[in-house]
């Protein structure tokens, strides 16, 4: 069953969920379609960190909600043209990496909502507006409604704004990107870090706090759980390249390389 880019934080009781998603590195539209089949709510579809353009991720778009899920698309940054053509192709979730002031968050909101929340360009021939099949004014408060924003948090000029940029109007949530957050912590690359572990849950906690939904993307372990734990509802828990690259090492070794 398709789920609804409108209703994708509650189940069809109309309670509270975990989003769950995974990662489609790979950009390839069958992996991207296969995910939402199997149950993944949303698939994240990579420009900031790959390839990947506005034709192809219009067809993982496609591919994705022909599974049943929403699109995820994380941007290479939150300029007007690359959050607006993200939309037209039929993204549900945009992120938008590298975001450290509620001056930054507020430009998403401008170029992600229609009046009155902000001032999204406006295009009947779109499929992220179903083609111009609904009058104008209903085509906006049904994209607004649909259109989740989320602004990533990578830096600690970030965690220090937090409680400004969860302030901002029209934002659907504040993702962590532990990572990078790592990084300017002083602990690269140390998910397990206390200090990291800290950090995220407090990020998360905050956003919580103002009705805002909290997102991550990370192996599970000791920083998911405690994401969670803090109530983080959008989870990004693997990937086509992380699960294929443990999986076909393990599926050589099986095979003998000389005859006995």
């Not at 420009?47 to 599974?67: D, K, N, R, T």
């Not at 001032?119 to 004014?137: D, E, V, W």
């Not at 600690?156 to 659907?172: E, F, H, P, R, W």
């Amino acid at each position: 069953m398709a789920t609804n880019q409108a209703e994708l934080f509650v189940d069809a009781a109309g309670k509270p969920r975990i989003v769950r998603g995974v990662c489609c590195y790979t950009g390839n539209t069958k992996l991207a379609e296969m995910a939402a089949m199997i149950g993944f709510e949303t698939v994240w579809l990579e420009m900031e960190h790959g390839p990947a353009g506005f034709e192809l991720i219009e067809s993982l778009c496609q591919a994705v909600q022909a599974g049943g899920g929403v699109p995820t698309v994380r941007l290479s940054d939150g300029q007007r043209h690359h959050v607006l053509r993200a939309l037209e192709a039929g993204a549900g979730i945009v992120v938008v990496p590298m975001v450290n002031t509620a001056e930054q968050a507020a430009q998403v909101v401008q170029h992600g909502k229609f009046p009155p929340l902000g001032a999204r360009g406006y295009n009947t021939r779109s499929r992220g507006l179903h083609y111009g099949q609904q009058p104008m004014k209903e085509a906006f408060a049904a994209a607004n409604e649909r259109t989740h924003l989320f602004v990533q948090i990578e830096t600690m000029q970030g965690v220090a704004n937090l409680a400004a940029i969860c302030d901002v109007k029209g934002l659907s949530g504040v993702f962590i990107g532990p990572g990078d957050l790592s990084v300017s912590l002083g602990c690269a690359g140390e998910m397990a870090n206390p200090k990291l572990i800290e950090t995220v849950r407090e990020c998360v906690r905050q956003a919580r706090e103002r009705a805002l939904h909290a997102g991550i993307l990370v192996a599970p372990g000791p920083l998911l759980d405690a994401a969670i734990d803090a109530g983080a509802d959008l989870l990004f828990v693997g990937g086509d390249i992380t699960q294929l690259a443990g999986a076909w090492p393990k599926l050589l070794a099986s095979v003998p390389a000389q005859r006995t």
